[in-house]
């Protein structure tokens, strides 16, 4: 820095040409200062922003209880009511929607592009029981399923990638004691999910982001219609906007 | 911070020496060469560059820590408490606890855990195995997971299903976590004669 620096010589005159001179080329340095000044590793978090843009967190705590059926891979039609071939949106009210729905609203609009570069989302819930109250065969197929949606230019849109099974690991045969129901009912199972939304997520129907929510509904291949609900006990989603583009165009 | 604007001397008059320390090192310091004294910011730059990765210290932004154990580590109601409710029911896993320092005010802190548990008691048992994690000594009601039942009795012995053992994992997200020490552990409430935990981790990741 300051190559260009000239002092005055010694017996020379300081005048205010001279002086003015020296300020000007100083100024006009440290006001276009070139890359080799900026040493390796000086930059902390004093100088730069935050990566978070923004972020928000929420949590549901009692039982949730879910009946609506899978209607099959891509579709993501949301049903509200018992035992409806669709998904549900997961809420304190379960199946019924009749609640607060587990939900993250950055509070404003965000557009995936540049620096924003996307959502991280962290997801886990408590499965506390998958039933089939009427099936005695032990032939019932039963799996919970899960998935993540963003609402992205004005509709919520299913991130697909993101559906998660679990099975509900159904206990029949010789020794098992106490019924049916009590079996299932300790089935305590995790279900996490992380995953990042970058905008190539949302090519359509575009990549404003703003909420995120979590979808479930039920499996079954044997099991009678209306006799399977899903129970959900601690869950929480977490979501954060970061900045984690890299340019390195030099 | 704006550039630097230096106010010229006037020409053809007498400096006051005050006025040119002032250009030097004074404290309005967009009039002064003293923002190189660490005062210095983006609008300094010479706009045809940008900052490079290598530019910014390791750390800075974003930081965290992870803990996490080996082998298993075996709990037993013959010395715990009986209910769930007693003072000091919950008993830290050792392993699966961390205490880290956030240099800065965080915008976001993140805790995940990851744990395998498992037990050995009938299904119709009315034992209980419970986690919950606990931050900055605060029960996070949204991290309680229950490690269940797995065992039958078959022709007098006792029957393990395998499939039954769990693996458990949780997080939870804090804002505006202040500069400081925090601690994060998991805890477990065991009243069943036996249960086998194989810690994974404990990881806190914070950014400015």
């Known amino acids: ?250 | 911070m704006a550039d630097i604007s230096i106010d010229p001397i006037v020409a053809s008059s007498i400096m006051d020496a005050d006025e040119v320390m002032e250009s030097f090192n004074g404290h309005y310091r967009p009039k002064s060469l003293s923002m190189l004294n660490g005062g210095l910011e983006n609008s300094n730059r010479d706009p045809s560059w940008t900052i490079q990765s290598d530019h910014i210290r390791r750390s800075a932004l974003c930081d965290g820590n992870m803990i996490g154990a080996t082998g298993n580590l075996d709990q037993t109601s013959l010395s715990a408490s009986t209910t769930e409710t007693d003072a000091n029911a919950y008993k830290e896993i050792p392993g699966c606890g961390i205490e880290f320092y956030v240099p800065y005010t965080a915008s976001v802190l993140i805790l995940t855990w990851q744990i395998v548990a498992a037990r050995a008691t009938l299904y119709a048992g009315s034992t209980a195995v419970q986690l919950r994690l606990q931050y900055d000594g605060a029960i996070q009601s949204d991290q309680v997971r229950t490690i269940p039942n797995n065992a039958a009795s078959l022709g007098g012995n006792l029957v393990r299903f395998l499939h039954r053992d769990r693996v458990w994992s949780g997080h939870i997200m804090k804002n505006n976590v202040a500069k400081g020490w925090h601690s994060a552990s998991l805890t477990i409430f065991c009243n069943a004669l036996q249960a086998r935990l194989r810690i994974r981790n404990m990881k806190a990741v914070w950014f400015k």
């Open chain 1, 1 to 250: 820095m300051a190559d260009k620096f000239s002092p005055i010589s010694t017996g020379d005159e300081a005048t205010s040409t001279k002086v003015n001179s020296l300020f000007s080329s100083l100024q006009t340095e440290v006001n276009a200062l070139p890359i080799t000044a900026i040493q390796p590793g000086s930059l902390h978090d004093v100088h730069l922003p935050s990566l978070v843009v923004d972020s928000g967190t929420d949590s549901i705590t009692g039982t949730h209880n879910y009946t609506n059926q899978y209607p099959g891979w891509g579709n993501s039609g949301i049903v509200i009511g018992a035992n409806a071939t669709g998904w549900s949106i997961i809420n304190t009210g379960g199946t019924a929607g009749s609640g607060t729905d587990l939900e993250v609203d950055l509070g404003a609009d965000y557009v995936l592009t540049g620096s924003n570069s996307g959502l991280l989302i962290m997801f886990n819930t408590n499965v506390v029981a998958l039933d089939d109250t009427t099936t005695a065969t032990g032939t019932s197929s039963l799996y919970g399923l899960f998935k993540i949606q963003v609402y992205a230019n004005g509709a919520w849109r299913s991130i697909q990638r993101t559906e998660r099974y679990t099975t509900a690991e159904m206990q029949y045969g010789p020794g098992i004691s106490g019924t049916l129901a009590s079996a299932q009912a300790s089935l305590s199972k995790d279900v996490p999910i992380r995953t990042f939304i970058s905008n190539a997520d949302l090519a359509t129907p575009g990549h404003v982001v703003r909420k995120v929510r979590v979808l479930t509904c039920i499996s079954r291949k044997l099991a009678a219609a209306g006799s399977t609900q899903l129970s959900l006990k601690e869950t929480n989603l977490s979501v954060m906007l970061i900045h984690a583009s890299l340019q390195e165009s030099l």
